[in-house]
């Protein structure tokens, strides 16, 4: 029942913006490369985001630290210490990812950057290659810091036992799961409850069910990727590590990513 | 420029904004104006893609708001001043919004010397702000891209009275330029001065929109004289319903026809004005109570 008071001005109106030409947007781009840039910047423009990225740098030179001074002679090798260093990283990674995919949400930021980049999808294929892009870098202090404890204690440089572009695929799932993560959940503390929980639930239950162990070994990211680090890949392996990332990176960044697309922004 | 056709919003069976039609033209500051929860800012939300709208639509310069490649450079928007990071500083939320619009560095100090924070008050974090500075922020950051439309939601709450006389200055220099200004607010005081025409909406209705004045003239005339009763007694015998008020007579029509009435009739008027006592704060109240009232447009 539409009265007719607010209709009166509908016909002048459509007949104005019909007689007056849409403005010109022929010289307007975003770049994508801008847009990760912007968000690598968000992640470190925060005392918060900048110290968890320095603290899990940190950890590294820590855990190094260690090794050199109370480790054992044999385990003073490259490999060996950016096994240990990578350890901590692969846990804390799907973290700094959640951070990555939650901030616009937890601090409503998301009115001001989906008001200037109104092609939300845009948005989200630039947080998860701004999350790649930081976990690349924490791996290269992470590498850092085992060549410098290598260094340091007269250790033995080789490649042996680990494939280092295991590790870096390793570290870019589980950054992934994490923007994935922090996507479907949209807060910050379910989302890192979710994905601490989930997994060692799954893993509980798989080594207390036989049938589920089978599963597991398709399904278990921490299992899937085992072999990937150890660089000891098979056809089969690549298949588990398929469907494992389907599960746990996959099925969540597509519900994250319908539910950014759709929601209302407030 | 900005219109909007028929547009709607409900959720469930709540309908927050229901066939709201209208149109905000350059060189004009309009006036969203409404009670809270009225659906101005569910509206404005619509307007700039961020709230997909049941029905209806919005332009803005002849494009759907998600059609702009880079609406910065077009469209200044400010939804909710305190929706900013509170680690991060004045300065590093202006810089990011610059970056992603595409304006050089310098237009981060001079979006902060135009909405007048220093230097200083730029390099604390948003946390320390007050809700005034915050809306400075805003501001700052909605004119970054020197847009040629601004949408802001509120944009007067928290600031004190010189913040909202700085405010007026600011918007009326931006439409007399040829910009579009619509910004919303549920205290009229503060958009009657500024506006050139006002939408009032209530329960997600239009409910009355013009013109100030029109809305005014709407309202009768308000007259005093030496002789009211006469006057009361012209006027009703020329046709003209009357009521007195503490503030003298109310009668609909126009001043003019008032005055020719009181011309005839030989009684000296002492008051003349458009609008009753309280001017468009009691419109705006009768509006938007038989709104909530009744649930029908007046």
Not at chain 2, 60 to 88: C, F, I, K, T
């Amino acid at each position: 029942m539409s009265t007719a008071a607010p209709t009166q001005s509908a016909p002048q109106t459509m007949s104005s913006s019909t007689a007056r030409p849409p403005v010109d947007v022929s010289g307007d781009r975003v770049p994508f490369v801008r847009l990760v840039t912007i968000e690598v910047r968000k992640m470190v423009d925060t005392r918060a985001g900048l110290w968890m990225l320095i603290t899990m740098a940190g950890i590294g030179f820590l855990v190094a630290g260690g090794l050199v001074v109370w480790g054992q002679e044999q385990d003073h090798r490259y490999p060996t210490f950016l096994g240990f260093i990578t350890l901590p990283l692969m846990m804390l990674l799907p973290i700094m990812g959640i951070m990555s995919a939650t901030q616009e949400w937890s601090q409503r930021t998301g009115l001001a950057t989906f008001t200037l980049v109104p092609r939300r999808g845009r948005i989200i294929a630039a947080k998860v290659a701004a999350a790649l892009v930081l976990c690349l870098v924490l791996l290269a202090a992470g590498a850092g810091a085992a060549a410098l404890a290598t260094l340091v204690s007269g250790g033995e440089f080789t490649l042996t036992g680990i494939s280092l572009a295991g590790v870096v695929l390793t570290a870019l799932v589980f950054t992934l799961q994490g923007v994935a993560f922090g996507a479907a959940f949209l807060n910050t503390p379910i989302a890192i409850v979710a994905s601490l929980a989930l997994p060692t639930v799954w893993t509980i239950l798989s080594a207390m069910i036989s049938w589920m162990s089978d599963v597991a070994r398709w399904l278990d990211l921490n299992l899937v990727t085992g072999p990937l680090t150890e660089g000891t890949m098979t056809g089969e392996s690549w298949a588990q590590l398929a469907t494992g990332s389907a599960l746990w990176v996959g099925l969540p960044l597509v519900i994250g990513s319908y539910r950014i697309l759709t929601r209302e922004i407030k | 420029m900005i219109t909007a056709t028929n547009l709607t919003k409900r959720y469930g069976d709540f309908t927050a904004v229901h066939d709201v039609s209208f149109t905000a033209r350059p060189g004009s500051v309009t006036g969203f104006l409404g009670p809270n929860g009225a659906g101005k800012s569910t509206a404005m939300r619509m307007m700039t893609g961020l709230t997909p709208p049941t029905s209806g639509e919005t332009f803005v310069l002849g494009r759907r708001y998600r059609e702009l490649p880079n609406p910065g450079r077009h469209v200044g928007v400010m939804l909710d001043a305190s929706a900013q990071h509170p680690g991060r500083t004045g300065r590093e939320v202006l810089t990011l919004a610059a970056r992603t619009i595409g304006v050089g560095p310098t237009a981060v100090a001079h979006g902060l010397a135009t909405v007048g924070l220093t230097d200083k008050e730029a390099g604390r974090r948003v946390r320390n702000y007050s809700l005034g500075m915050r809306q400075r922020l805003g501001l700052a950051a909605a004119l970054i891209g020197d847009p040629e439309v601004l949408i802001l939601d509120e944009p007067a709450n928290g600031l004190d009275p010189q913040g909202i006389h700085w405010m007026r200055g600011l918007l009326r220099g931006f439409a007399d330029r040829g910009g579009t200004v619509l910004l919303s607010s549920h205290l009229l005081s503060e958009v009657q001065i500024v506006a050139d025409e006002l939408v009032i909406i209530g329960n997600g209705r239009i409910v009355a929109e013009g013109t100030v004045e029109e809305l005014l003239e709407q309202q009768g005339t308000r007259v005093r004289s030496t002789d009211d009763a006469a006057l009361a007694d012209a006027l009703t015998r020329a046709g003209v319903e009357v009521t007195s008020t503490p503030a003298g007579l109310l009668a609909q029509t126009s001043s003019e026809a008032v005055g020719r009435i009181a011309l005839d009739a030989r009684i000296v008027l002492t008051d003349l004005a458009s609008g009753s006592a309280g001017g468009l704060e009691e419109l705006f109240l009768t509006l938007t109570a038989t709104e909530s009232r009744e649930g029908i447009a007046a």
